[in-house]
C-alpha cells in the first residue's frame, strides 16, 4: 500500500488484535492519541505488549482497565498533575503486570535501531545502573525471552567491546511494534505528515512499526502540505491508516492546538489509588460515551474553547495551572 | 535595603533558598540540561543572574528556548518559544552522550553516598515495593553530563546506605554481570564524563570528595550540620562543612515569584 486509508477510529482499532505489540508517539501527557486508546479500551483488547519511549496518562489508562500484559518502557505518570501512574504502580505491585524498565536514551534506540532495520544500537547510557542487573530481567524471568515471539528479543541487552576504538558499550535490541498510534497537528490527503513543535520520538515510533496509525487534527489538500516538504516528518507511504479527529488528544495538550488539560489528568490520578475508582471513572468517561464526538460533548464547547492555543503562541493563556 | 540584599531568615521558604541554591551551581555559558519542576527554576534564575549565556536543553527535544511563560514539564510547547531548535529526544539525548552537557539537574526519592540515586521503587524492584515513576531520562543524564547536580528532600529513608533500586549511576556503581561496586571511571572507560558534583536538600549543599563520597559543604540558616547527619542514614562526613549557605537575595525573590512563576506553578 503506497497510500493510506482514510478509516474511522473504529475500524483503525478493529484492525488490532489482542497480543499485539504497540508503540505510541508523543511525550508524557503531551500528543498522546488518547481517543484510540479510549476505543482500544471499549473494544476490550486483551494482553497488549506496549514498547514505548515513555509512558503517561495514556499507558495507565490501558494498564488499568486490565488492556496490558506487558510494559517495557523508562517511566509512567502524568507529570505536575500526578506523580506516579496510580494503575500502573498498583497492578506492578501485585503482580499482575510484567514490567521491563530501560532508560530514555536506551527507549529511544530501541525504536531507532527499529526503524533503521538494524538488530540493535550501542550506547554508553545507563550503564552502572540496575536496568543492567541480571536479577532484573523481567521479560527473561517470565520466560518470554526463549525465541518463540520473533518481537521480542532473546537477551534484554549485552555489553561489548567495541572492536574500533576499544570501548564498553550496552548493546540495545531493536524493536519493531506492530503498531505506532500516534497523534499529529496535520496530515495531507495523500497522507504526508506534519507536526508542530517538539517531535520527541514521534519519528523513530512511527517508522518502527509494521504499521502506522496517524491521528490527526486534520486533513488537508496534499498539495498545501508539500509547498514546504522541509516542516513534513514522515512521507504518505509509510502511513498505513489515517484517522481525522480533532482533540483526539485530549486531556494531554497538543502544540499549536490545545493545552493540557490539568484538571482532567489530575481528576482522573486521583481516581487510579484504587481499582473501583478508576473503574467509575472509566465508566464515566470511556464506557458511558459511545465514541468521541460524545466524550466531547460531555467536556462541553466552554472547557475546550479554554483549552484551545493562540496561533502565536502554541499554547492557552486561558488555562488557570498555578495557586495564583 | 536594596533589592541585592540577602533576605532575612524568616522572610523566604525553604523551597525559594533550594531554587536559588540551585542556580548559582550554573556558570555562565554552560550547556544545562534541566528537568520538570524546580530544576526549571533554577536555570532561568540563573539566566536573569549570574548566568546569563548559559544554554538549556529539555529533554523533550528543545534547545535554548526562551519561554515567556513556565513551563509545567519538558514536553510543554511553552519550552519551544524562541528555541533555537525544537527537534527531539533522539537529537538531545545525542548531544548528551556526545559529551556537550557541562550540567544537569536531577531529583530522585532516594540517594546513597555516591550519588547514586534511586526514582524506581522504594522497598525493592522484584518483587515490587512502591513503584515510582522510573528512571526517564535521569539515568542517561547521571551517566553522561560532566556534572549533575540533585535537588532532595532530606530525611534519614532518603538519605540512604543503599538505594533499594539504582535508577541513576553516581561514583561507585555495580560493574554488571558481576555487581561489584567499582569507580565510575572503570565502568565507563573512555566514555567516562564526570559525575554527581553536589546534592542540596531543604537542610544543606553536599559535595563529593575525589574517592567519590558526599561531605557537607553548606548547611542552611536554621540547621546545625549535627542535625544533617541525624536525617542521613549513612554516615556523613561533617568534618568540610564550610560555613551557611549562601541566602537568597530580594532580587532572587522577586524574579521567581514576579517574574519566573507568577502563576504560582512550583511555587505556591
Known amino acids: ?324 | 535595603m536594596t533589592n541585592k540584599d540577602y533576605v532575612k531568615p524568616g522572610d523566604f521558604k525553604p523551597i525559594d533558598l533550594l531554587a536559588v541554591a540551585a542556580a548559582r551551581e550554573v556558570n555562565d555559558g554552560e550547556v544545562v540540561f534541566a528537568g520538570t519542576g524546580l530544576p526549571m527554576l533554577a536555570i532561568m534564575l540563573a539566566q536573569l543572574t549570574s548566568a546569563p549565556s548559559a544554554v538549556c536543553i529539555y529533554e523533550a527535544g528543545t534547545v535554548d528556548g526562551r519561554p515567556i511563560s513556565l513551563p509545567t514539564s519538558v514536553g510543554d510547547a511553552r519550552c519551544a518559544y524562541q528555541a533555537s531548535i525544537a527537534s527531539g529526544l533522539f537529537d538531545v539525548f545525542g548531544q548528551l552522550q556526545r559529551g556537550r552537557v557541562d550540567l544537569a539537574f536531577l531529583g530522585g526519592a532516594e540517594i546513597d553516598q555516591y550519588g547514586n540515586v534511586n526514582t524506581t521503587a522504594m522497598g525493592g524492584y522484584y518483587p515490587m515495593g512502591k513503584r515510582l515513576t522510573g528512571s526517564g531520562g535521569n539515568n542517561d543524564i547521571n551517566a553522561l553530563a560532566k556534572r549533575t547536580v540533585f535537588i532532595m528532600i532530606q530525611e534519614k529513608r532518603r538519605f540512604v546506605e543503599r538505594c533499594s533500586y539504582i535508577t541513576s549511576p553516581g561514583w561507585r556503581i555495580p560493574k554488571w554481570p558481576e555487581g561489584d561496586f567499582v569507580h565510575k571511571r572503570e565502568v565507563y572507560g573512555k566514555a567516562f564524563r564526570g559525575g554527581p558534583g553536589a546534592v542540596i536538600s531543604n537542610m544543606g549543599v553536599f559535595r563529593f570528595d575525589d574517592d567519590g563520597i558526599m561531605y557537607l559543604d553548606t548547611v542552611h540558616p536554621g540547621f546545625t550540620p549535627e542535625q544533617v547527619k541525624e536525617n542521613c542514614s549513612f554516615d556523613l562526613n561533617i568534618s568540610r562543612v564550610s560555613g551557611k549557605t549562601e541566602l537568597p537575595t530580594y532580587r532572587d525573590l522577586e524574579l521567581l515569584y514576579n517574574d519566573i512563576d507568577p502563576e504560582g506553578i512550583f511555587l505556591p
Not at chain 1, 229 to 255: I, S
Open chain 1, 1 to 324: 500500500m503506497s497510500r493510506p486509508e482514510v478509516v474511522s477510529l473504529q475500524e483503525a482499532i478493529g484492525l488490532i488484535n489482542d497480543g499485539d505489540m504497540l508503540t505510541f508517539g508523543g511525550f508524557t501527557i503531551w500528543r498522546r492519541p488518547m481517543a484510540a486508546i479510549m476505543e482500544i479500551i471499549r473494544q476490550g483488547k486483551k494482553d497488549l505488549h506496549l514498547v514505548m519511549v515513555n509512558g503517561g496518562t495514556h499507558d495507565d489508562m490501558l494498564v488499568g482497565a486490565g488492556c496490558v500484559k506487558v510494559w517495557e518502557s523508562c517511566w509512567v505518570g502524568h507529570e505536575l498533575y500526578g506523580k506516579i501512574g496510580g494503575n500502573f504502580s498498583r497492578r506492578a505491585e501485585a503482580g499482575e503486570i510484567i514490567y521491563e524498565d530501560y532508560s530514555h536514551v536506551q527507549m529511544v534506540y530501541r525504536l531507532a535501531a527499529g526503524a533503521q532495520g538494524i538488530p540493535f544500537m550501542p550506547t554508553y547510557a545507563s550503564m552502572g545502573s540496575d536496568v543492567l542487573n541480571p536479577e532484573y530481567d523481567m521479560l527473561g524471568k517470565a520466560g518470554l525471552r526463549d525465541g518463540s515471539n520473533p518481537k521480542i528479543p532473546v537477551r534484554k541487552y549485552e555489553m561489548y567491546r567495541d572492536p574500533f576504538y576499544g570501548t564498553e558499550v550496552c548493546l540495545i535490541p531493536a524493536a519493531n511494534p506492530d503498531w505506532c498510534i500516534a497523534h499529529v497537528n496535520m496530515v495531507g490527503s495523500e497522507g504526508t505528515v506534519r507536526v508542530f513543535g517538539q517531535k520527541y520520538s514521534d519519528e523513530e515510533a512511527m517508522k518502527a512499526a509494521d504499521k502506522l496509525i496517524v491521528i490527526t487534527e486534520q486533513i488537508v489538500p496534499e498539495e498545501y502540505i508539500r509547498r514546504e516538504p522541509e516542516r513534513n516528518l514522515v512521507p504518505g507511504h509509510l502511513v498505513d491508516y489515517v484517522v481525522e479527529l480533532p482533540w483526539g488528544a485530549h486531556p494531554t495538550g497538543c502544540f499549536g492546538s490545545y493545552e493540557a488539560d490539568g484538571a482532567f489528568i489530575n481528576n482522573f490520578f486521583t481516581s487510579t489509588r484504587t481499582q473501583e475508582g478508576f473503574d467509575a471513572w472509566a465508566e464515566e468517561w470511556i464506557f458511558g460515551v459511545k465514541d468521541h464526538e460524545e466524550y466531547l460533548n460531555r467536556l462541553g464547547v466552554s472547557r475546550l474553547e479554554t483549552l484551545r492555543a493562540s496561533v502565536a503562541l502554541g499554547y492557552s493563556t486561558k488555562v488557570k495551572r498555578g495557586s495564583r
